[in-house]
């Protein structure tokens, strides 16, 4: 399972990005997806996942109301929206993929390499 990130990069608080994950000889139609940030010095959170069959997600606290995960298997894609950010969602971003959706939290088999977002004035 190879994933690959894009989408990062600088903004200032209170913008958008939106990150988009992408798989190479597989569908992520096929799995669940998910979306995980290590800021520097902190543990890596799992903050969004979408499952497989209804598209059922799970956001964490700390983006809830502001982040949106989304997929279009036609594109075999998965999105995540990111809207009103704040300096403390600088983090680098992965895109993981695992089978099991839980609604507080999945957990992923794969991991793609990651992209910066930095939120700064």
């Known amino acids: 399972v190879h994933l690959v990130e894009s989408g990062g990069g600088s903004v200032q608080p209170g913008g958008s990005l939106t990150l988009a994950c992408t798989a190479a000889g597989f569908a992520l139609g096929e799995y669940v997806i998910g979306w995980v940030r290590q800021a520097p010095g902190k543990e890596r959170e799992g903050i969004s996942c979408?499952?497989?069959?209804?598209?059922?997600?799970y956001y964490s606290d700390s983006v809830k109301g502001r982040f949106t995960i989304s997929r279009d298997n036609a594109k075999n894609t998965v999105y995540l929206q990111m809207n009103s950010l704040k300096p403390e969602d600088t983090a680098i971003y992965y895109c993981?993929?695992?089978?099991?959706?839980?609604?507080?939290?999945?957990?992923?088999?794969?991991w793609g390499q990651g992209t910066q977002v930095i939120v700064s004035s």
């Open positions: 979408i499952s497989i069959l209804d598209d059922s997600t």
């Open positions: 993981a993929a695992g089978i099991i959706f839980n609604d507080y939290g999945c957990p992923y088999d794969s």
